[in-house]
């Protein structure tokens, strides 16, 4: 993971590895994201929730909007994730093959990798941001009043004629509505990680652990679990600032654009804390660990095999 590559083919590779994974978890995204916005403000047992967990969720999307719906939002989801991953895992790399998250003895250290991976993870979220609003807005409608949860918005076309509109009514603060709220979760989340992705390859495979657990040696299986390690991590940290992104991208707006129930990432955890308690934060807790597990353990797998297969395939095309 060390050898550096043209910036091209690190940000071609990153956003790829994030494509890969989407494919897979984003039916489990459409259910975290409306799990997330059901009982908006309201107090919990004062409404009725659609949704009481995630094989409920699956089965009444699947049955009341049709299975597609269970990958709504697909092409707005696999732009964020080229993008955004493609620009965070890019220049992660870069900073990992630069020698800025090695400590100043050119060892390994621990806080300069979370502190990349945030870094790295603010700027992909910054320039996807838009995609990730698209994202929110299709995969929350419902086609049926009785399992619609939060704001519907009625996008007549598809995803350009969408972002076309925004930009119309509201101009590039409309596109980039909500992207304070999603710079912390990407920067929490990416930082978790990236950082513990890289903690647990740099440990796990001399460690005691691995002997006791009896647990194989080989690349493969080593980058599995340490990605499994890091899903877990990120999960736990990062769902309060997801329940909060997904509350600003999906609120209503007025005629100049603006959102009508939160004006930044603070009013939004005030107005939540408020009104729905504490454990609000963690609405659709259990859809973010299937959606977040697997998509971590398939997006780095991906990440590091394509990588590793890209420099192989270099070093034989350049002994020719």
Request: glycine content about 12%; some cysteine; aromatic content about 10%.
């Amino acid at each position: 993971m060390g050898k550096g590559l043209a910036p091209g083919i690190e940000i071609l590779i990153g956003g790829l590895s994030g494509c890969g994974a989407c494919l897979i978890s984003n039916p489990l995204d459409v259910v975290k994201t409306r799990m997330q916005l059901q009982g908006e403000l309201l107090a919990r047992g004062t409404y009725i929730k659609p949704y009481r967990n995630v094989i409920h969720a699956v089965w009444t999307i699947g049955s009341v909007d049709g299975l597609l719906s269970l990958q709504k939002g697909l092409a707005s989801a696999l732009c964020y994730q080229f993008i955004m991953n493609g620009v965070r895992l890019g220049l992660f790399q870069y900073f990992t093959n630069s020698g800025i998250t090695s400590s100043d003895g050119g060892g390994f250290s621990s806080f300069r990798s979370v502190l990349g991976g945030s870094f790295a993870g603010i700027c992909g979220a910054t320039v996807a941001s838009p995609f990730y609003m698209m994202k929110t807005h299709f995969q929350s409608r419902s086609v049926v009043e009785s399992i619609a949860v939060g704001h519907q918005h009625q996008h007549s076309g598809g995803l350009l004629s969408s972002l076309t509109h925004i930009y119309k009514t509201g101009g590039l603060r409309g596109l980039w509505r909500g992207v304070t709220a999603a710079q912390t979760r990407v920067a929490v989340g990416s930082g978790a990680q990236l950082g513990s992705f890289r903690i647990f390859n740099y440990y796990l495979p001399s460690s005691d652990i691995r002997q006791r657990l009896h647990l194989p040696d080989t690349p493969i299986t080593l980058r599995i679990i340490n990605a499994g390690c890091a899903g877990f991590v990120v999960v736990a940290i990062m769902t309060p600032f997801d329940v909060c992104s997904t509350r600003m991208y999906n609120q209503p707006v007025n005629t100049a654009g603006k959102g009508m129930y939160y004006s930044n990432l603070i009013t939004c955890m005030t107005k939540i804390l408020t009104a729905e308690g504490p454990l609000a934060f963690y609405k659709g807790i259990s859809a973010s660990f299937f959606r977040l597990w697997p998509h971590t353990v398939l997006h780095l797998t991906l990440w590091s095999t394509l990588r590793d297969q890209y420099v192989s395939y270099s070093e034989k095309d350049s002994s020719v």
